[in-house]
């Protein structure tokens, strides 16, 4: 019974989350981006040759030739979160470090989106921009270094290196909450485009980042508490637990930065991105003597 279940998870989370499954969905993301990106300049071009007629919360979408650079980052975005999600049943600091690679991409398409939206005959709306975009300038390079710390330390997990039966389900458990978290994520894109495009049709074209991704990440804190908790069964040191809640703590300010405008959203991702850095740092730290130990031991 238990075996069936591991074949019946396994089969599932290949076929969907599998290398196939990945190279289709990354051809799909990188065709669909560059048709995206196309389409997208075509209508900028059309609006400004006043070939086409928009309302004013509209209009912003497509301006200023920059904001075709919008739609292709969006596409790309939403395979990084398809990558975060497959990268779940690998460890707790992979998928932490795709979080803050897609935080990172978030916050570049929102300075673009503030450099597409600089009017140069309004000098005070200039300088109160440029003090926002110094600041989310430095939130990118913070939470940059952050990913490719993260990235550097990555931990490669193979199922078929294990013999610990106890790990086997703790991957097999992390496997089945990657699926419905899938699941979870095409109902929110979906919710998400669907809202959006009604609004867009009505006059109200948002570029908020709040779209999808404060949901998502509602789901994807959930997720992580769950992971935390079910870690509980298999884990007992002291310091994997608060290494993984510190993480956790990183995400939920992560959550809340998404949600909050301007200056406040950037201080707080550099908050999170320094937090997740440490936390890794002293983990990693804590390990190396722990080893460190043992060999002057022996």
């Known amino acids: ?4 279940l591991i074949v019946n998870v396994g089969s599932i989370f290949d076929a969907y989350l599998g290398e196939k499954a990945d190279k289709k969905v990354r051809r799909l993301s990188i065709n669909s981006a560059i048709f995206g990106f196309i389409m997208h300049l075509l209508i900028c071009l059309l609006f400004q040759l006043d070939l086409i007629d928009l309302n004013s919360e509209t209009s912003k979408l497509f301006d200023s030739y920059l904001d075709s650079l919008y739609t292709p ?7 990084e979160v398809y990558e975060l999600i ?12 795709k979080q803050f690679e897609i935080i990172t991409l978030l916050v570049v398409r929102d300075i673009l989106k503030r450099l597409s939206d600089i009017d140069a005959s309004a000098i005070s709306t200039i300088d109160e921009s440029i003090g926002i975009l110094a600041i989310e300038c430095l939130a990118f390079v ?22 610990n039966e106890e790990l086997h389900r703790f991957i097999l458990r992390k496997k089945q909450l990657a699926i419905i978290l899938l699941f979870v994520y095409l109902a929110i894109a979906l919710y998400s485009i669907s809202s959006w495009s009604y609004g867009v049709f009505n006059g109200n074209g948002s570029t908020n980042r709040t779209i999808f991704f404060l949901d998502f990440f ?8 769950l992971i935390l908790l079910i870690s509980y069964q298999y884990i007992t040191e002291f310091s994997n637990l608060a290494r993984n809640t510190g993480f ?9 930065a998404i949600a909050s405008p301007g200056v406040s959203g950037a201080i707080m991702f550099i908050l999170a991105g320094f937090l997740g850095s440490i936390v890794l740092f002293s983990g990693i730290s804590f390990e ?9 031991a022996e």
């Open 73 to 79: 980052f969006s596409i790309f975005l939403a395979y």
């Open 86 to 97: 497959r990268t779940i049943p690998e460890s707790f600091s992979n998928a932490i470090g």
């Open 248 to 256: 956790i703590l990183s995400t939920v300010i992560l959550r809340v």
């Open 218 to 225: 509602t789901a994807l804190i959930l997720a992580d508490i």
């Open 288 to 296: 190396r003597s722990v080893t460190r130990g043992y060999s002057e």
């Open 1 to 4: 019974m238990v075996s069936r």
């Open 142 to 163: 913070v939470l940059f270094a952050t990913a490719l710390f993260f990235n550097r330390s990555k931990r490669d997990v193979n199922d078929g290196e294990h013999e």
